[in-house]
Every structure is written in structure tokens, then in C-alpha cells.
């Protein structure tokens, strides 16, 4: 006995675009042209009038589909240019507190950099975009250094924004 249900009883053009936007573009796109230079018949126009929307439909979500495709790769790369340009900014703010304690030595510049500007060059992205963080934290209570906190916040708030787009998230 045979389990498989009758060939003809299949929608054969489901089968094929089932988890395929693109082969349902392409045959969709197909059948809507075919539809639409043959309307002259009546039957084909009452075809072409019940397939017409869903294609639309279908195409206004392809769209939305690729257009968020191509956001996150946009995304991908500002969050890359931006971690390209966290080595000059460590060593901007780096700069900055030692012109506030004054020592390498110090125990306040220890805290925020204690192991120097490695955190912020090694360890993956996450990990270079936590350090960002953690030296943002570490000047919460630091009236002297306010500016450069304001500086560490706006550029952590930048690669949180591209970093999120790069996931595809929306950003609000």
C-alpha cells in the first residue's frame, strides 16, 4: 500500500516555493505578466483579478524582505567602521584622564584603564564594545572627567544603534 498522497492531488508550485522568496518571485513574476498580457479573455481576467493582489501582497513583503536585508549589511558595516575607529578613540580618552591624574601610576587612572587599552583592541566586538561601557561606568562619579564621559556615552550609544542594526533589530 502506498502512504504517498496522489501526484496530482500535490500543489506542485507550493512545493517549490515553500521557504523560497526568491523561487516565488520568480514564478509569481512569471504568472503575473502571463496573467496580464492574456486578460483580454475574460477567463484570464477573472484569474488575473483574483491573482493580482496576492501578488502585490507578496511583493510588498519581498520588498520589506530585502530591504531589511540590505539595512543590516549597511548596519554591519558601520558597526565595523566604527569599531575601526575605537584605537584612535581609546587613545583620545586614554589621553585625556592621564592629563587629569596625571600618572600612569595612579590609582584613579588604574581603575579605568587596568589593563590598559588592550579591552578595547582584543576579545571580539561584544567584548570591545563592553569595554567601552565599562570605562563609561567607571567615570560616573568623576566631575573632572564629565567631557570625556560625555564623549565615551555618545560613541558607545553609536555602536549600540549600528550594532543593533547589524542584527536587524529595529532601532527606535
Do not use: C
Not at 26 to 39: E, P, R, S
Amino acid at each position: 500500500m502506498a502512504t504517498r498522497v496522489f501526484h496530482l492531488l500535490i500543489n506542485s508550485f507550493l512545493s517549490v516555493t515553500n521557504k523560497s522568496y526568491k523561487l516565488a518571485f520568480i514564478l509569481g513574476t512569471f504568472t503575473d505578466n502571463a496573467l496580464n498580457a492574456a486578460k483580454a479573455d475574460p477567463k484570464i481576467l477573472e484569474l488575473y483579478n483574483e491573482f493580482h493582489p496576492v501578488y502585490t501582497a507578496f511583493l510588498a513583503a519581498y520588498n520589506a524582505w530585502k530591504t531589511q536585508i540590505n539595512t543590516s549589511i549597511s548596519g554591519t558595516a558601520s558597526f565595523e567602521q566604527l569599531l575601526a575607529q575605537l584605537t584612535d578613540k581609546s587613545n583620545l580618552w586614554q589621553s585625556q584622564v592621564l592629563a587629569f591624574y596625571k600618572s600612569k601610576t595612579d590609582k584613579g587612572f588604574i581603575a579605568l584603564f587596568p589593563n590598559g587599552l588592550r579591552p578595547f583592541y582584543t576579545g571580539g566586538k561584544l567584548a570591545e564594545m563592553n569595554a567601552v561601557k565599562t570605562l563609561s561606568d567607571g567615570m560616573a562619579n568623576i566631575v573632572g572627567l564629565a567631557g570625556v564621559k560625555t564623549d565615551v556615552d555618545a560613541f558607545y550609544a553609536l555602536l549600540v544603534s549600528a550594532f543593533s542594526v547589524h542584527q536587524g533589530q529595529k532601532v527606535m
